[in-house]
């Protein structure tokens, strides 16, 4: 978990109903407190899906219900903030390493939640010193 802490993008895992709540108290150590969902029989007749906070669940097992079957635990990116705009700067720099303009631009906006036109000036400026 160590290593996708700043991964800006949601976190999928696949996992036993056993370790469910071990997982969520390791996430809620290691990443922070952050939104999450856990799925169940996806693609199935009884599909189930419950939304919440990491430390929600890690509070009170009884929020997960009894859990059986295959589960998809997902767990949403860390917010930036416009004051954390030396992040947003450092992330985008990295995307335009191995994506066009454009596509980092995208991909920047939607981790962040900032407007895309204002990453992509930013995008330009970053390019345009290169």
Partial sequence: LED????????VFYESPNRIQESIADALSVLGDRPAAL?????????????????SWAQDANLLGTLKG????????????AAN???????????????SLKDAASFVASATGQPRKQIYDLA???????
């Fill in 70 to 81: 295959e589960c998809v635990f997902m767990i949403g990116p860390v917010h930036h903030t």
């Fill in 4 to 11: 996708l802490k700043h991964v800006p993008a949601t976190l």
């Fill in 124 to 130: 330009l400026k970053i390019n345009g010193q290169r």
């Fill in 85 to 99: 705009s030396i992040d947003v700067e450092d992330m985008l720099r990295k995307a335009l390493e191995s994506q």
């Fill in 39 to 55: 799925a169940r029989e996806l693609t199935k007749i009884y599909e189930d899906c419950r939304h919440g906070t990491l430390s």
